[in-house]
């Protein structure tokens, strides 16, 4: 049932909240799992997302797989399980299934049954994250929507990543928003003086550029620059350009999202900080250990009012609000069948916003370009 908040009328007729149901599917895309160390420890893990219920291991030879978790024997949680060799054995009668998904061995039966298997999800590792693949079709991913290299994340230059977590309840596309909301930098953020602010759309990607101070992370005087790139539904990189204790820094974001179900989603929010030449590893550790705090700070003031508010398929927008229905068309991709993305919806378009009083705005290209 599509939800309809109506206002007592009093003079002119006041705008209409609708929202449609949300789409019983998931985003088409790579969604990112975390650190992909943190499942190399021979354990079992959990992950309600999807929907269901999976399991994530690493076998012997090293590879990380992810599959269905629910036993097709009994119906038993796979992640209670055990990893011998290059499978997970089930805890309730020992049934072993392969990282192919197939049943591998029956401690007290004779053969297999042919369809005792689970289904696999595809799955890639990509600057020490992982990431796993879904699509509604059961399509694998195509080559073109590869989570990019960044080869900062193997430089000594960069800090680790320092990743945080949280669960929110509500649905992704309240997250995804944020890309063309240039209104919410000021009260949500404290970016009180926004010069520039752009829009690409671009096949499976959206970047947003955005120029403004920031006291928080920019300073007062000096600009802070972002390039912000979504690579598919789930998986947003952005670099930063601002300063931390009166020096210049530069920082990687990661903002990824793997929906829980329709009405809630894990959200992970990631940092890596460039070290600064001249400082000794123990200064560029506090430095960077200060700079992540406070992007993480800045960054989980959206947490309270994603927990607080409705969905709205009809937002009532302004002349200075970004372009939300635009973004949205983008988005809608990623829930429609990939043969059936409208063509248009694959050419590039860019939407700006430019108050006309900073010279070097950044360049209309992706994050990194990418």
Same mark, same amino acid.
């Given at each position: 049932?599509?939800?309809?908040?109506?206002?007592?009328?009093?003079?002119?007729?006041?705008?209409?909240? !609708?929202?449609?149901?949300?789409?019983?599917?998931?985003?088409?895309?790579?969604?990112?799992? /975390?650190?992909?160390?943190?499942?190399?420890?021979?354990?079992? %893990?959990?992950?309600?997302?999807?929907? =269901?219920?999976?399991?994530?291991?690493?076998?012997?030879?090293?590879?990380?797989?992810?599959?269905?978790?629910?036993?097709?024997?009994?119906?038993?949680?796979?992640?209670?399980?055990?990893?011998?060799?290059?499978?997970?054995?089930?805890? +309730?009668?020992?049934?072993? +299934?392969?990282?192919?998904?197939?049943?591998?061995?029956?401690?007290? &039966?004779?053969?297999?049954?042919?369809?005792?298997?689970?289904?696999?999800?595809?799955?890639?590792?990509?600057?020490?994250?992982?990431?796993?693949?879904?699509?509604?079709?059961?399509?694998?991913?195509?080559?073109?929507?590869?989570?990019?290299?960044?080869?900062?994340?193997?430089?000594?230059?960069?800090?680790?990543? &320092?990743?945080?977590?949280?669960?929110?309840?509500?649905?992704?596309?309240?997250?995804?928003?944020?890309?063309?909301?240039?209104? %919410?930098? /000021?009260?949500?953020?404290?970016?009180?003086?926004?010069?520039?602010?752009?829009?690409?759309?671009?096949?499976?990607?959206? =970047?947003?550029?955005?120029?403004? =101070?920031?006291?928080?992370?920019?300073?007062?005087?000096?600009?802070? =620059?972002?390039?912000?790139?979504?690579?598919?539904?789930?998986?947003?990189?952005?670099?930063?350009?601002?300063?931390?204790?009166?020096?210049?820094?530069?920082?990687?974001?990661?903002?990824?999202?793997?929906?829980?179900?329709?009405?809630? +989603?894990?959200?992970?929010? /990631?940092?890596?900080?460039?070290?600064?030449?001249?400082?000794?590893?123990?200064?560029?550790?506090?430095?960077?250990?200060?700079?992540? !705090?406070?992007?993480?700070?800045? +960054?989980?003031?959206?947490?309270?009012?994603?927990?607080?508010?409705?969905?709205?398929?009809?937002?009532?927008?302004?002349?200075?609000?970004?372009?939300?229905?635009?973004?949205?068309?983008?988005?809608?991709?990623?829930?429609?069948?990939?043969?059936?993305?409208?063509?248009?919806?694959?050419?590039?378009?860019?939407?700006?916003?430019?108050?006309?009083?900073?010279?070097?705005?950044?360049?209309?290209?992706?994050?990194?370009?990418?």
């Amino acid at each position: 049932m599509a939800t309809v908040i109506r206002a007592v009328k009093s003079g002119a007729s006041a705008h209409a909240i !609708d929202a449609r149901p949300i789409p019983e599917r998931y985003a088409r895309g790579w969604h990112c799992l /975390g650190l992909a160390a943190d499942y190399k420890d021979g354990k079992t %893990h959990r992950l309600n997302i999807f929907g =269901t219920r999976l399991v994530a291991f690493q076998g012997e030879d090293g590879t990380l797989r992810v599959l269905n978790a629910w036993c097709p024997h009994m119906g038993a949680d796979l992640a209670l399980g055990h990893v011998a060799g290059n499978s997970v054995v089930c805890r +309730f009668h020992n049934w072993s +299934f392969g990282g192919d998904g197939i049943c591998n061995h029956i401690p007290y &039966a004779k053969h297999v049954p042919p369809k005792a298997r689970v289904r696999t999800w595809h799955t890639c590792e990509e600057n020490k994250l992982l990431f796993i693949w879904n699509d509604q079709q059961g399509n694998p991913p195509p080559p073109e929507v590869a989570i990019p290299r960044l080869e900062q994340t193997s430089s000594p230059e960069w800090s680790e990543w &320092a990743i945080s977590q949280w669960t929110i309840h509500n649905n992704c596309r309240e997250l995804i928003d944020n890309l063309a909301d240039v209104g %919410h930098f /000021g009260p949500v953020h404290g970016s009180t003086n926004v010069v520039y602010f752009a829009n690409i759309f671009d096949g499976h990607k959206a =970047t947003q550029l955005m120029v403004g =101070t920031n006291e928080r992370l920019g300073g007062e005087v000096n600009y802070l =620059t972002t390039v912000t790139t979504y690579f598919g539904p789930a998986c947003l990189i952005s670099s930063m350009r601002g300063e931390a204790e009166g020096m210049p820094i530069e920082s990687i974001m990661l903002v990824a999202n793997v929906p829980i179900d329709t009405n809630s +989603f894990e959200l992970r929010f /990631g940092v890596m900080v460039k070290k600064v030449p001249g400082l000794s590893d123990e200064q560029n550790a506090a430095l960077a250990k200060s700079y992540v !705090d406070l992007t993480c700070k800045a +960054f989980s003031e959206d947490v309270a009012i994603w927990h607080n508010k409705i969905r709205v398929d009809n937002p009532l927008l302004c002349d200075g609000d970004g372009p939300v229905y635009q973004l949205r068309q983008w988005y809608e991709q990623f829930y429609t069948d990939a043969a059936a993305v409208p063509a248009e919806l694959k050419k590039r378009q860019v939407i700006e916003i430019d108050r006309g009083v900073f010279a070097n705005k950044p360049p209309l290209q992706h994050v990194f370009n990418k």
